[in-house]
């Protein structure tokens, strides 16, 4: 089933907004825009605050593609000796981490005893504020 919203095309500024803007606007399929890969595509609920610094709160929804290559510098779902989490994967020096975007908390390297699994890659984060 399809929500369609409607869509303001103009960009809002974040500063002072100009009172000489038109409020033209479309109509928008919010699922179709976010999920381009809907056989493949799961949600997951962020818990922490190891990714903050990427725009991901906790309790943010993911939404997180299984038909994409991870490659350096996505943030995944990956599975570590079972345990899941999300961080940014990168290559520093020919080895591969798992970054949080928090300095509060350690990078983990990436080594073959740990069983590491990328679940998926994620494409959008939607946060609540209210």
């Given at each position: 089933?399809?929500?369609?919203?409607?869509?303001?095309?103009?960009?809002?500024?974040?500063?002072?907004?100009?009172?000489?803007?038109?409020?033209?606007?479309?109509?928008?399929?919010?699922?179709?825009?976010?999920?381009?890969?809907?056989?493949?595509?799961?949600?997951?609920?962020?818990?922490?605050?190891?990714m903050?610094?990427?725009?991901?709160?906790?309790?943010?929804?993911?939404?997180?593609?299984?038909?994409?290559?991870?490659?350096?510098?996505?943030?995944?779902v990956?599975?570590?000796?079972?345990?899941?989490?999300?961080?940014?994967?990168?290559?520093?020096?020919?080895?591969?981490?798992?970054?949080?975007?928090?300095?509060?908390?350690?990078?983990v390297?990436?080594?073959?005893?740990?069983?590491?699994?990328?679940?998926?890659?994620?494409?959008?984060?939607?946060?609540?504020?209210?």
């Open positions: 089933m399809a929500i369609v919203l409607p869509f303001f095309i103009n960009r809002v500024p974040a500063g002072f907004p100009s009172p000489a803007a038109d409020y033209a606007k479309e109509d928008i399929d919010l699922p179709k825009e976010l999920i381009k890969n809907p056989l493949s595509t799961f949600l997951v609920r962020a818990d922490g605050e190891s903050i610094g990427a725009g991901i709160n906790s309790g943010a929804i993911l939404i997180v593609d299984r038909s994409l290559t991870a490659k350096n510098g996505s943030i995944v990956a599975c570590i000796s079972g345990e899941f989490t999300i961080k940014r994967l990168v290559r520093i020096s020919g080895k591969w981490y798992l970054q949080p975007e928090n300095n509060a908390f350690p990078s390297l990436i080594s073959g005893k740990d069983d590491a699994i990328i679940w998926g890659v994620v494409t959008s984060a939607v946060n609540q504020f209210i």
